[in-house]
């Protein structure tokens, strides 16, 4: 008979994750990685960059292999989801959709591989993301080491996006850049795909606990904008706003919206919904016809220019 005690479980997060009473967590979600390559079937080259050495924060910076010499072309900071927990600009998810991104938008990304939790709780993920953007801001000054930054991006066109916990990150990071400076640089839009902003109107629900423990609660700002100071001060000067029809977190975008709208920020909001679908189903089952649909959206999005 086995007499191996059995580990308690102590949290889930759907298919995609668990953690155990002991400290041990599994994840079943963005651990295969795709390499970097030049020159790919989707015509990108990508390669990964090492942004700090003693966190090991690094990202995956992806640029169209037909880019001549002296062009310049929009940056877009990406920042995946998986609820703080799981996920990688370089698993197949997210290597795939940013590449199949970075060919129709004709832009650079610079998709950013934040710790994760419950290794490391919330604020990290917000810290390295920031440490991110300030390494990308080094390249507007010709002082970043990233050659394919300070030769092809285009700093008067830079854009933040990411999806679920990673539309959350997008929110903090533009809400930081309106009373914090990037080394002169300037965000141009920010667009927020099926934001986690948390799930229940009244309460916190355990999967924040989970990820931030020294949370303040329902009120705490990282999560209800609403009680954000920040909120009308925002550091950029267009927001693009994605919520799905059948997402649990489409309310809370709409809410989002509405209370950006009445902030007092003066920058341009605009909403999309995709009818009849569930949350980030565009990275699951990219080819559908729905998911092109909001793929270009990001790609018409990511090539706004900046207004005199």
């Not at 050659?147 to 990071?173: C, E, K, P, T």
């Not at 559908?288 to 090539?303: D, Y």
Request: hydrophobic share 40%; with cysteine; net charge negative.
């Amino acid at each position: 008979m086995d007499s191996t005690p059995t580990e308690v479980v102590v949290f889930e997060f759907g298919p995609y994750f668990r953690a155990y009473k002991n400290g041990r967590v599994e994840r079943f979600f963005g651990t295969d990685k795709v390499p970097s390559s030049n020159n790919s079937v989707h015509a990108v080259s990508s390669k990964d960059v090492l942004i700090d050495q003693e966190t090991g924060l690094s990202a995956r910076v992806i640029i169209p292999s037909t880019i001549k010499p002296g062009q310049k072309l929009p940056l877009l900071v990406y920042y995946h989801g998986g609820a703080f927990l799981v996920g990688s600009p370089f698993c197949p998810t997210y290597h795939n959709y940013m590449t199949s991104l970075v060919a129709e938008a004709n832009i650079i990304t610079v998709s950013v591989d934040y710790r994760l939790a419950p290794e490391h709780h919330i604020p990290i993920a917000y810290e390295d993301s920031w440490a991110a953007l300030q390494w990308v801001a080094k390249h507007h000054n010709n002082e970043g080491p990233e050659g394919w930054l300070s030769d092809h991006a285009d700093f008067q066109r830079v854009f933040l996006a990411g999806d679920s916990a990673g539309g959350n990150i997008v929110y903090n990071m533009v809400a930081r850049a309106g009373i914090e400076d990037l080394a002169g640089m300037k965000i141009l839009g920010a667009c927020l795909v099926h934001t986690y902003f948390g799930r229940k109107d009244c309460e916190v629900d355990n999967y924040w606990l989970f990820v931030c423990p020294n949370t303040s609660g329902i009120n705490d700002p990282r999560i209800n904008p609403a009680m954000d100071s920040r909120l009308s001060s925002l550091g950029c000067t267009r927001v693009l706003i994605c919520v799905a029809e059948k997402d649990v977190l489409k309310e809370r975008g709409l809410l989002f919206c509405e209370t950006l709208r009445k902030s007092g920020w003066d920058g341009e909001v605009q909403i999309v919904e995709t009818e009849g679908e569930e949350h980030v189903f565009h990275l699951f089952n990219p080819d559908c016809e729905k998911a092109v649909i909001l793929l270009k959206r990001l790609a018409s999005f990511s090539n706004q220019a900046r207004a005199n």
